[in-house]
């Protein structure tokens, strides 16, 4: 069948084939080639999606939908849906990359003859790649090299994804999975690095813009890359990039995607913002991540795996502008004041916290977590331990307001009911080392029989002798403990904590309510907790969650949008009376240094045992602030750490409320509410009646508060047990004193006594408080046993 050599034929012309044979070795060649081919198709599969080519991290956004930080994966990528990518852009990449794309199979035989005549010259491989092909080798293949084999599969693997896969899906991927520059994979991380808008909000010239930035941003962004290569300078890539540009928008107006109209809105380079170092979690970022992280997970609308995954949008309440400005007020205290190599004994492990809550939404705008998220771990905005001190004494005054006083002629059950709501005029005694009673007029008394004296700050006697009678107003105004922990007896600790919980605060947070040092605020609510806590005061007595997160977003759209809800914690006649109160303390009492020109402002100073921790928390009508100051070692392999005393820290003598604290929030807050309008706050109502005006035996009971304002409730708690380290307290005698008998002198009030003795205490109080074993609570070293977040246990 084969005639070779040729036996008809002599000489040379025996060996030259004949057209025949030529013909016939062709047709064979070129059979067996189709052979091969059709084997090879009908053999290969459409590939996995490399998994890289789909890693995702989460992106975070601050209040003004700027971009905080992108984090939580591998690469900077957040895919979105083809519907989220504006025709543009889609546009742009066909008309400059492959204007065929939606015709043809998947590759381009020009392109490929192309791609081995450069091959045969002994160039590379590269050219006569369609969309199609560039999304296989780029989320298919996983394989970057030109070298003919990968070249091969990728023609192969490109047909048949051309022919299985639609064009709409092949888009989409090629866009989401496409490298342009600047660390960002997918044209919605683009968006951001480059213009920080969404991808959907993009105009034609940034989407022609961004389509030259895939033919290499090295060569083509305007920042430079000079690191990479010297002649990637800014002013050559701004020449490269603009030539591009308007060489791709000319493209979209000949193949009809775009007008001549609006291509001529677009002839010079958008403005680019300047690139960003990668996603680091440093400074105050990690801690607010981690907040919005504790909100997303705790919305239930996405669950920790999911999260871990990436791919969300997770838009916040902070604001950069406070975030920064907290910082800086923090920063500048430590700088001039806190100084560890002169003063190691005082001034190393100070910490500080601090949150500012929005009076009107409980929206969080700004937080102090600490030094350094990567450093120190712990939120200091959040739970630390860190006792309230006085800044609890405005829930004993609300509770006062709200439910009243028991009459002291009613038992348990029946006095819950009959109660005297209390004016701000009612008087109190403010002696030092005031022996406490019950709201019945006998002696408190823990299990032991042990008796308990209330301290003032610095020992002093506050009133007029003999009887040193002062009004709530002024008790609050100099912090005065004698007075209001009777009133806190005189309500009902239950009550107390009640309007605690109702103000905002976590029932677990709460601790010690069986004791009468509960109303100085030995209990430890978190920074973010008692600014959202003030600010239902600030708002006439409606209460909001603090919350942080405003919605979240991913492929599949919005997922979670936060709602606020509110409900009336406290009538405005109650809220208000505790706002004009607290005006006072800034304006004339131990608050006067957080007063802020021009603007009304109401806080509290507070101070706790053995100086171990201080605060102030105060709010103008807008904004609720919480700064808190304690020392506490950070070593977490250190065992029984606990909080250490403030004597001498700063070089002050102690650190009240009043001192760092309250400098810190000033500071912050001057500018924070600088671009805010002055406002007052609401005109308070009159309330009451004034309690223990006169040495009566009893004042008469008003009538029954209404449904709104009580609630019935079980006896007040017996006190549990408490290891006090006094001595006990001289027997009382048989008559005891009642709470309205003024003059009644049973030897408990003298100087003699047990000053501090009992659990706790508060502003200059020297007591020890409950411990969490006293108080039937479990919990680790840092005092956080009632959960890890403002939200308590379940996060």
């Not at 291509?263 to 380079?269: G, I, M, N």
């Not at 103000?503 to 907790?529: C, N, V, W």
Request: glycine share 10%.
């Amino acid at each position: 069948m084969i005639d070779y050599p040729r036996h008809d034929k002599d000489g040379w012309h025996r060996w030259v084939p004949s057209w025949r044979l030529v013909s016939g070795l062709c047709i064979a060649f070129f059979g067996c080639l189709v052979g091969a081919a059709g084997l090879a198709y009908a053999m290969v599969t459409i590939p996995v999606i490399d998994e890289s080519a789909t890693a995702q991290n989460n992106v975070y956004y601050w209040a003004d939908n700027t971009q905080m930080v992108a984090t939580g994966g591998d690469r900077n990528r957040q895919s979105v849906d083809l519907s989220q990518i504006p025709k543009e852009m889609r546009n742009a990449v066909i008309s400059q990359e492959n204007k065929t794309f939606y015709s043809d199979s998947g590759i381009d035989p020009k392109g490929i003859a192309r791609a081995v005549f450069n091959m045969a010259k002994g160039g590379d491989t590269q050219g006569g790649s369609t969309i199609t092909q560039q999304y296989v080798k780029n989320a298919m293949l996983n394989d970057q090299s030109q070298t003919v084999s990968r070249k091969v599969k990728e023609i192969f693997v490109s047909i048949k994804v051309g022919a299985d896969v639609s064009k709409d899906d092949i888009l989409e991927g090629y866009l989401n999975s496409a490298y342009y520059g600047r660390g960002a994979y997918g044209i919605q991380a683009a968006s951001r690095a480059y213009f920080n808008v969404d991808a959907v909000d993009l105009n034609p010239g940034q989407c022609a813009f961004l389509s030259a930035m895939l033919k290499g941003a090295t060569y083509y962004d305007p920042a430079g890359s000079v690191s990479i290569d010297p002649a990637a300078t800014p002013e050559a890539n701004k020449k490269r990039a603009h030539s591009q540009m308007q060489d791709t928008l000319d493209k979209m107006v000949e193949y009809g995607h775009l007008s001549q109209a609006e291509r001529a809105k677009y002839t010079e380079l958008p403005t680019t913002k300047n690139p960003q170092s990668n996603a680091k979690l440093g400074g105050q970022i990690g801690y607010l991540v981690r907040l919005a992280k504790s909100s997303v997970l705790k919305s239930g609308k996405v669950t920790e795996q999911q999260l871990e995954k990436g791919g969300y949008s997770i838009y916040t309440t902070f604001e950069k502008k406070k975030v920064d400005e907290m910082e800086k007020a923090v920063q500048k205290v430590y700088k001039e004041k806190i100084d560890p190599k002169k003063r190691p004994e005082t001034d190393t492990h100070v910490q500080f916290g601090g949150a500012s809550i929005d009076t009107q939404t409980g929206a969080i705008k700004a937080i102090y977590g600490g030094e350094d998220a990567t450093k120190h771990f712990t939120n200091n905005a959040d739970v630390t331990g860190a006792q309230v001190g006085s800044t609890f004494k405005p829930f004993v005054l609300a509770a006062a307001m709200k439910w009243g006083v028991r009459d002291p002629d009613l038992g348990p059950v029946q006095a819950q009911d009959e109660r005297t709501i209390v004016s701000p005029k009612s008087l109190y005694s403010g002696k030092n080392k005031l022996k406490i009673n019950n709201y019945d007029g006998s002696i408190w008394e823990n299990e032991e029989g042990e008796q308990w004296r209330q301290e003032n700050d610095g020992q002093d006697n506050v009133g007029d002798p003999p009887d040193y009678k002062i009004d709530l107003r002024e008790a609050m105004r100099e912090s005065v403990n004698s007075a209001y922990v009777q009133l806190g007896m005189d309500v009902g600790l239950d009550k107390v904590k009640e309007a605690a919980v109702d103000s905002g605060l976590l029932k677990d947070s709460l601790t010690g309510a069986d004791f009468p040092s509960f109303s100085l605020g030995i209990s430890d609510p978190s920074a973010i907790r008692m600014a959202g806590a003030y600010a239902t005061f600030a708002d006439s007595g409606k209460q909001r969650e603090p919350y942080s997160v405003t919605k979240v977003t991913s492929k599949d759209g919005t997922i979670y949008t936060h709602k606020v809800e509110e409900k009336q914690a406290f009538t405005a006649q109650v809220a208000d009376n505790v706002t004009d109160i607290l005006k006072t303390v800034v304006e004339e009492g131990t608050g006067k240094n957080a007063r802020l020109p021009g603007r009304e402002v109401a806080g509290k100073t507070g101070t706790t045992d053995g100086n171990r921790s201080a605060w102030f928390v105060g709010y103008t009508p807008q904004l609720s602030t919480a700064i808190s100051m304690y020392r506490y070692p950070d070593d977490e392999t250190m065992k029984d750490r606990t909080f250490l005393e403030m004597y001498g820290t700063g070089g002050e003598k102690k650190i009240h409320g009043a001192s760092f604290p309250s400098t810190i929030w000033k500071d912050y807050m001057s500018d924070a509410v600088k671009d805010l309008k002055a406002e007052k706050f609401p005109e308070p109502q009159p309330i009451g009646e004034v309690v223990n005006a006169a040495p009566s035996p009893s004042p008469t009971p008003s009538p029954s508060p209404s449904a709104s304002e009580t609630e019935k409730t079980s006896p007040s708690p017996t006190p549990s047990p408490s290891d006090t380290e006094t001595a006990p307290s001289p027997p009382a005698p048989s008559d005891t004193c009642r709470v309205f008998d003024w003059n009644c002198d049973d030897g408990s009030n003298s100087g003699n006594g047990n000053g501090g003795s009992g659990p706790g205490g508060s502003e200059g109080s020297e007591s020890p408080s409950p411990t969490s074993s006293e108080t039937g609570e479990e919990g680790d070293n840092n005092g956080n046993s009632r959960g890890n977040t403002i939200w308590g246990t379940n996060g």
